[in-house]
């Protein structure tokens, strides 16, 4: 191993939610309270590390930070270069253009922007169950609906889709947005080129946009091997509204730095003009600095060395 994912690292007092944040009497149902006389807290309760994150990122910020002027900015080519390396490297995703990349404030930033502009409120959207909580706080926030497809565990214990639950529940409630989350977060699952295909083939027959939650595509154990929505067909690729981050990966959340890969030009103007009319979605210069970080060589035999030890 090159890198360090051995050393305790202690986080209190250093703008860590998930330890500060424990028994501190925050107004969240999702928050711990404190544990009991003589023991300590396991931080497990939302989704980032302990583990110091790759060397090259604080390097990155360190260097942008040390110029001393920090106005208004365009995005660099090496921003979307690094994006583009990135998803050809680790996804195999080719022909993959600037022009299809966006900033997002978030991925749940970027979700509540195509629930917007993609549904009204009051509509029902198809999720499966069990659901990640972020799912359920922006659908309340934004006054919709879930429509729960549960998965099912098959007779390995292996969590699947339920197609036929899926179109029944679309066709019953003229549902034309669609939550998938993939890798799945709580199941685990890092969906197979042929479930994304039939499950894709019935969002194209029940006329679905996609919402396609990819947050977790880098965080693959034992080998597993993520497949891009859009890649499935090419239909895929059209009705897809694709979500990514380096903040589950690189343990970057507090930096907040998400961005969408979207194909058609009809969606891609409607989730820009979306999210354009709150003024809000608007990258920071370091949290720029610290992607392009990131997706460096050293990120990539990084996350190599994280996924081994997770694993
Ligand atoms: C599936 C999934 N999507 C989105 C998020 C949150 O992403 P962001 O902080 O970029 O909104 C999480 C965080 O745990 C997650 O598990």
Redesign the pocket.
Known sequence: MKYDFETIMDRSGKDALAVDAIGAGVDWAVVPTKPKNGFSAIPMW??DMNFATVPSIPKAVIKRAEHPAYGYYLATDEYFDSIIRWQKERNGVSGLAKENIGYEN????CVSTAIQAFSAPGEKILLHSPT?I?FSLVLKNTGRVAELSPLKKDKNGVWRMDYEDMDRRIKKNNIHLVIL?SPH?PCGRVWERDELKKAMEIFRDNQCIVVS?E??SDILLNGNKHIPTQSVSDDAKKRTIAVY?P??TFNL?GL?G?YHIIYDKYLRDRMNRQSDMTHYNSMNVLSMHALIGAYKDEGYQWVNELCQVLS
């Not at 978030?106 to 930033?109: H, M, P």
């Open positions: 939302v989704a978030g991925v749940l930033g990640y972020g989350c977060n939650d947050i977790w981050a903040s589950k959340a907040i998400s």
